[in-house]
């Protein structure tokens, strides 16, 4: 079994910074693929952000690229989602999930283990 908690949600202003936390346990990750997702309210949840084990290839969504950056603490099994630049488009519970195999996904069904989620507001 593998739990994730995520941690580092808060209130930003627009422009603002935040970092995400997702620390997973259960089990040790030398494969497989973490991702960030996020719901607004109203809407359906959307792929963020993609991280694989083996090689450290990360995937973003268009609406993230280049403004958020995921990265990693081996020792720590936690993966991390450093957020830059933030609108108040981004508000969202934001997820961490963890699927076994090599492929990045962007479809949530193909992810094995979800976290519980931490609140991201921006203000405008």
């Known amino acids: 079994q593998v739990q994730l908690v995520e941690s580092g949600g808060g209130l930003v202003q627009a422009g603002g910074s935040l970092r995400l936390s997702c620390a997973a346990s259960?089990?040790?990750?030398?494969?497989?693929?973490m991702g960030w997702f996020r719901q607004a309210p109203g809407k359906e949840r959307e792929f963020v952000a993609a991280f694989r084990w083996s090689g450290g290839s990360t995937w973003y969504a268009d609406s993230v690229e280049g403004r958020f950056t995921i990265t990693r603490d081996n020792a720590k099994n936690t993966i991390y989602l450093q957020m830059n630049s933030l609108k108040p488009d981004d508000t969202a519970v934001y997820y961490c999930?963890?699927?076994?195999?090599?492929?990045?996904?962007?479809?949530?069904?193909?992810?094995?283990?979800w976290g519980q989620g931490t609140q991201v507001t921006v203000s405008s």
């Open positions: 999930a963890a699927r076994q195999g090599f492929f990045f996904s962007t479809k949530e069904q193909t992810y094995d283990y």
């Open positions: 259960g089990r040790t990750f030398s494969s497989g693929v």
